[in-house]
T-cell receptor, first 112, second 110 residues
């Protein structure tokens, strides 16, 4: 199993540009999450999904959108990038009934 | 919003020393987890504690969940340079997603 994979690993965007952060897991986990981690801060939940076709807002959803058309994929979309979205983004998955979230390696995004 | 406060924020110690880091909240959690994160990587789960007063050991790491399930501590005995990293606690308020603390950044100097 590859676990949770994220692409790209790094990206620099200009203000106003859009992009999609990709996240895929091959463990057939129902639950998937998107977090952002700013320097000196913990993880803040952006969006999560409890299964294909179901998504819900987390603590900091503004400026982001998600979709969950398959169990494996949970892409995160930034429509109009802003400097405040400069951060490291982590995707995670969780088996239903499990307690261990598996995290991807992260995407480091800079918006200039 | 349920908050988890971690202390200290930064800790730099010599190899062989002992240390304790704390995770506190005014809210009750059904379970609490500790993760370790190394630079450039995602967090990795170390332990989950569920029962108030529970103590779990993982080699030189000892985790304790407070009796009231509002706080937890992580004690490392004889710290090694390999223990260096960011230690995050995360609480499960119930059926809602995990809430993460800001973390304790530990540096163990050889």
């Amino acid at each position: 199993n590859a676990g949770v994979t994220q692409t790209p690993k790094f990206r620099i965007l200009k203000i106003g540009q859009s992009m999609t952060l990709q996240c895929t897991q091959d463990m057939n986990h129902n639950y998937m999450y998107w977090y952002r981690q700013d320097p000196g801060m913990g993880l803040k939940l952006i969006y999560y999904s409890v299964g294909a076709g179901i998504t819900d807002k987390g603590e900091v959803p503004n400026g982001y959108n998600v979709s969950r058309s398959t169990t494996e994929d949970f892409p995160l979309r930034l429509e109009l990038a802003a400097p405040s979205q400069t951060s490291v983004y982590f995707c995670a998955s969780l088996r239903q009934g499990g307690d261990r979230q598996f995290f991807g390696p992260g995407t480091r995004l800079t918006v200039l | 919003t349920q908050l988890l406060e971690q202390s200290p924020q930064f800790l730099s110690i010599q190899e062989g020393e002992n240390l304790t880091v704390y995770c506190n909240s005014s809210s009750v959690f059904s379970s609490l987890q500790w993760y370790r994160q190394e630079p450039g990587e995602g967090p990795v789960l170390l332990v989950t504690v569920v029962t108030g007063g529970e103590v779990k050991k993982l080699k030189r790491l000892t985790f304790q969940f407070g009796d009231a399930r509002k706080d937890s501590s992580l004690h490392i005995t004889a710290a090694q340079p390999g223990d260096t990293g960011l230690y995050l606690c995360a609480g499960a308020p119930g059926n809602t997603p995990l809430v993460f603390g800001k973390g304790t950044r530990l540096s163990v100097i050889a």
